[in-house]
């Protein structure tokens, strides 16, 4: 529905990164119109939240869960990946619940003036903290293959770099918390209420640049310098040296390329639709803004579903893990004896055979070995004798024969 010359339009909601999929206009005559979705865009839109929360649930509680009960995962790499994991549940788990609801309702809020400065600056924190995430591993990463001789980023010090994203998210959407309140004038919206439209263009510039910009100018050119250093490695002499060194960095490095593609890809078009939307005129020029900008929150939403399934395809040890720990969990649903008791019993019966064998073969080797002793013994004695008997002094014989 396209604007007339004496209407005049007001926003329905919302974030400077995530929500709002309706445009309200008020008409001349006073009365204000919903801009809907068509049923079937409707039905698209809600069967992709869906899918999209349930990946994203049963994958990053994968993620999550192997990492903290495996030792052998909890590496410096991992415990960043973890920390992806808890900001992609987040993102969908706990937004996707509450959104839904606000857009059905025509973005009417039902959860109190509390939850309005939580829920949506929620979303656009988790936002935060995977992409300084993703800038923290980058750079873990250069700093183990560029520089391997010197102090490497241990555990503690991965658990304290990762507290402090989450402080810098929090601090990073403080100005979106503090200018959301329920407007009751606006049918009880959630809103943001600016003091001027120049600070809103500049949050939204502001954030362009510290939530996606300048984290992946540092990603891509730590990456850059980790594929020259590699490709340094590949031309050296020592390849026996330069295998065992730089196979699994390729492997692991080659993973985190992917997942921070798919975010820079992900959350790029709900970044332009909020630039085009505070620097354009985009509600005139489109009249379907909203949306565009509804499955452009989609595409965001996706990239928190799409990260496990990229540890999955790219990585054998998150492979193995998951399918483990899913066989765990169906064995122990149906109380069927878990595979991994099953392969142990059958280890155990295996040494126990083998133990049973060589036992059995080393006495028999030992049977035989004094059997022959005993016979070469008694044949030697036998021989003894009987040149006794013959020649009781053979050295004498031979010096009387001189």
């Known amino acids: 529905m396209e604007t007339g010359p004496n209407q005049s339009q007001v926003q329905s909601t919302s974030s400077p990164n995530i929500t709002a999929t309706t445009t309200k206009f008020i008409a001349t005559d006073g009365s204000e ?15 992709l939240y869906v899918i999209i929360f349930l990946v994203s649930a049963v994958g990053n509680s994968l993620v999550c ?24 549940l987040i993102f969908t788990c706990i937004c996707i619940p509450f959104d839904i ?14 939850l309005c400065k939580v829920i949506y600056p929620l979303q656009t924190l988790s936002l935060f903290a995977s992409i300084y995430t993703l800038t923290a591993v980058s750079l873990s990463r250069y700093w183990a293959i560029n520089h391997p001789l010197q102090q490497q980023l241990t555990i503690k010090c991965a ?43 500049t949050y939204t510039a502001w954030l362009f640049v510290f939530e996606y910009l300048l984290p992946l100018t540092i990603i891509a050119g730590a990456y850059i310098s980790i594929g020259w250093e590699l490709r340094k490695r590949a031309k050296s002499s020592n390849r026996y040296l330069q295998d065992l060194q730089a196979e699994e960095a390729k492997k692991v490095v080659r993973m985190l390329k992917v997942v ?15 630039l085009w939307l ?28 799409a990260n496990p399934i990229c540890y999955s395809i790219l990585n054998e040890s ?29 280890l155990n019966d295996s040494v126990n055979v083998s133990r049973k064998t060589y036992r059995s073969a080393t006495m028999t080797s030992l049977g035989s070995f004094i059997l022959k002793t005993s016979r070469s013994q008694t044949v030697t004695s036998s021989a003894g004798s009987l040149c006794t008997k013959r020649d009781p002094s053979p050295t004498v014989m031979t010096t009387s024969a001189l």
């Not at 990762?162 to 979106?176: E, H, N, Q």
Request: hydrophobic residues 40%; glycine residues 4%; proline residues 4%.
């Open 159 to 201: 658990k304290r770099i990762i507290l402090g994203i989450w402080i810098a998210s929090l601090i990073s959407v403080t100005p979106y918390i503090s200018v959301l309140r329920k407007d009751s004038e606006t049918a009880g919206m959630c809103k943001e209420h600016w003091p001027s439209k120049h600070s809103r263009k």
């Open 260 to 274: 921070t593609l798919l975010f820079a890809v992900c959350v790029l078009p709900n970044n332009v639709m909020w």
């Open 318 to 346: 998150y492979r193995n893990a998951f399918k483990d720990h899913l066989l765990k969990l169906y064995y122990k649903i149906t109380g069927k004896p878990s595979r991994v008791r099953k392969d142990f019993s059958r």
């Open 65 to 88: 869960s192997v990492i903290l009960r495996r030792k052998k995962m909890k590496t410096v790499t991992n415990y960043f990946i973890l920390n992806l994991a808890i900001a992609d």
């Open 101 to 114: 609801p606000v857009q059905e309702m025509g973005h009417q809020w039902p959860y109190g003036a509390l």
């Open 33 to 47: 119109t919903l801009e809907e979705m068509t049923p079937e865009l409707r039905a698209v839109k809600l069967t």
């Open 278 to 305: 505070d620097f354009g005129k985009a509600e005139d020029e489109y009249s379907r803004f909203w949306d565009l900008v509804a499955f452009c929150n989609i595409i965001t939403f996706a990239n928190s579903a």
